[in-house]
């Protein structure tokens, strides 16, 4: 994922959980106002469905709301990932291993000495 | 296996990133006890969930902010600590550690001999 697909899904994600507490507050005074409602006289029919309404929209937005942290937790992981498997070697790594090949060197013809052919080291 | 320094410090940022997070859902959960606490008629609840609600924005605000910071760290880096996006690296320092061990075992065993 590019950095500009991150920055996208980030402004999008950031939007939907600002927007995700303020739904949740509106639609949980739905079944307040249905309480106005039936005191004016209405049928109540309609009450109980704008209540139901009411709750199956808070429970979208709950949803909604841990959904989108999730993802941000998914996004952090993922930017983890990047440091953690993608880093350039550094130089000092390099260097290293040519020492590690010298030293085989040595260690190799000093082993022949001693193994294959019987002689003492030097 | 140890990091070096910088991505250390990018991964402790990452993790702090994490908790505030979580802060989020725990401010948006207490957030909704204070609302049913309201709508139940217990208005003593109104300064607490105002108090909630401010610190759920505070955070998510926190929160997005530290995540774009990291993102422009990770575009600042590619080409010079880190590869390329569509390169994967391989376990390259494998082969360097197989090495290792592999000489290590050789220098006992001379000196044994």
């Known amino acids: 994922m590019s950095t500009r697909s991150l920055l996208e899904q980030l402004d999008r994600t950031t939007e939907l959980l600002a927007q995700s507490l303020a739904q949740i507050v509106k639609f949980s005074s739905l079944s307040k106002d249905s309480d106005k409602i039936e005191e004016s006289g209405q049928v109540a029919e309609s009450v109980a469905t704008m209540a139901t309404d009411g709750i199956v929209l808070v429970n979208t937005h709950t949803s909604q709301l841990i959904k989108g942290i999730q993802d941000l937790l998914v996004m952090t992981r ?10 350039v070697p550094d130089k000092k790594s390099s260097q290293d291993r040519q020492i590690d090949v010298e030293k085989c060197s040595k260690l190799l013809e000093e082993w022949v000495s001693v193994v294959v052919t019987g002689t003492s080291p030097q | 296996m140890p990091q070096p320094e910088y991505i250390n410090e990018r991964l402790e940022a990452l993790n702090d990133i994490d908790k505030e997070l979580v802060i989020i859902l725990s401010n948006a959960s207490q957030v909704i006890g204070t609302l ?9 609840m109104k300064p607490q969930f105002e108090s909630h609600v401010k610190a759920f924005y505070s955070s998510l605000e ?22 390329p996006i569509n390169l994967d690296k391989k376990a390259t320092g494998q082969d360097d550690e197989k090495l290792q061990e592999q000489l290590e075992l050789l220098e006992r065993e001379l000196k044994r001999q």
Do not use: F, M, P, Y
């Open chain 1, 78 to 87: 993922t930017i983890r990932e990047k440091w953690l498997l993608s880093q």
């Open chain 2, 36 to 44: 049913a606490g309201l709508k139940s008629g217990n208005e003593a």
């Open chain 2, 62 to 83: 926190r929160a997005s902010v530290d995540l774009r910071r990291e993102i422009k760290h990770l575009d600042d880096n590619i080409g010079t600590r880190l590869l």
